[in-house]
């Protein structure tokens, strides 16, 4: 089952169980529509399992690593919290009739929260960290991260053809409501002017004259900075919306009330671009093909041996796996003293030797 964000790579993790499984002479079912699928099955309604399964053989994942997103189909569903109340026992008693005998769950934070409580309550289970924003804690790496760097990599690479021609500031937002990891590589790797992250409040005093220097400077009298999308502008009032959708969101987000700012302070016009779902569209890169391959097939050799209530994981650059109540322990974010220089708004790297190939 995938739940939450889609991400690249899932398909990949999504093809290793499968093939996995079969070699093993299991049979698997693929729950659709992640935990809200699940809800909407009736046992006692062959139809609805119908809707809400697939039964996953050769002939179904053929081709599917190719394919971003996920063949399951996916959706943000918690069965703690429906307005019926805590369907945790619906959701026993659909695995119990469907024969059900652990499950491999793929999912961020979210997805993940309820897979450990499904495991408290004595069903086997086996989770897979995937999210673009890379902040379940205990894993070095989520499926959908690497792709989400490349994507934002290329698009502030070339809107930078656009905000040089018009010697503009560009503010390109990126997704990032807890953790700035995403922005921090995102603008290390293109080189940007400044990157703000979600964990250091932006000082637009600071900030914006570091800008205006930067264009200045270039020698082509433009500059380019990324922002988390849960990045906190100092002055303003903390918002409390970014859980929501963009559509039903109040008013717009941190890059474009940073670009008004800008604009006000300096006089200098900006490029306003909100990255958001291209990030996550389209093929997995090289590297989130293999860690889903790898994960999945983990999975698979876990509950091969017997194991339950682990998370997959990469530590180190090693694949490994932890307790699946581990992502509950702490939330994971940029370790900003070693890796973010709060004063010139920019990564900066103290040490690369002996560290991981993601500099945590």
């Not at 699928?37 to 046992?43: K, N, V």
């Not at 590589?185 to 914006?208: C, F, H, K, M, W």
């Not at 970014?242 to 604009?263: D, M, N, P, T």
Request: hydrophobic content about 40%; overall charge negative.
């Amino acid at each position: 089952m995938t739940g939450g964000g889609d991400v690249p790579g899932l398909n990949a993790c999504i093809r290793a169980i499968t093939l996995g499984a079969l070699d093993e002479g299991w049979q698997v079912t693929g729950f659709r529509r992640g935990w809200r699928g699940c809800l909407l099955i009736d046992p006692d309604d062959p139809a609805s399992v119908e809707a809400q399964t697939w039964n996953l053989d050769r002939d179904r994942v053929r081709g599917i690593d190719r394919i971003g997103g996920t063949i399951l189909h996916t959706s943000r569903t918690d069965p703690r919290t429906q307005d019926m109340g805590d369907r945790t026992d619906h959701v026993l008693r659909v695995l119990d009739h469907l024969g059900i005998d652990a499950m491999i769950t793929l999912g961020g934070d979210g997805t993940l929260r309820f897979s450990t409580h499904l495991a408290d309550q004595g069903f086997t289970v086996i989770s897979v960290p995937k999210t673009m924003d890379n902040d379940v804690f205990g894993t070095d790496y989520c499926i959908g991260f690497s792709t989400a760097i490349t994507r934002s990599v290329a698009a502030i690479n070339a809107l930078r053809t656009t905000t040089r021609s018009h010697e503009r500031i560009g503010v390109i937002e990126l997704f990032g409501r807890r953790s700035g990891e995403t922005a921090l590589l995102s603008g290390y790797l293109a080189q940007v002017a400044r990157t703000v992250i979600a964990e250091v409040p932006a000082n637009p005093d600071r900030l914006i004259p570091l800008l205006a220097e930067d264009r200045a400077n270039s020698g082509e009298n433009y500059a380019m900075c990324v922002v988390s999308e849960g990045a906190h502008i100092l002055g303003e009032e903390a918002k409390s919306d970014l859980a929501k959708s963009a559509s039903h969101r109040e008013e717009g987000g941190v890059g474009q009330r940073l670009a008004r700012c800008i604009e006000a302070k300096t006089g200098i016009g900006t490029v306003v671009q909100e990255l958001a779902y291209l990030m996550r569209s389209g093929e997995p890169d090289a590297m989130d093909r293999m860690v889903g391959f790898a994960f999945g097939g983990l999975a698979i050799q876990l509950l091969r041996d017997g194991e339950r209530g682990r998370m997959v994981a990469l530590t180190d650059g090693n694949y490994c796996h932890v307790p699946i109540a581990t992502l509950l322990e702490q939330e994971k974010s940029v370790d900003t003293a070693n890796l973010y220089d709060s004063e010139a708004y920019r990564a900066k790297l103290l040490r690369i030797e002996g560290m991981p190939m993601f500099l945590y």
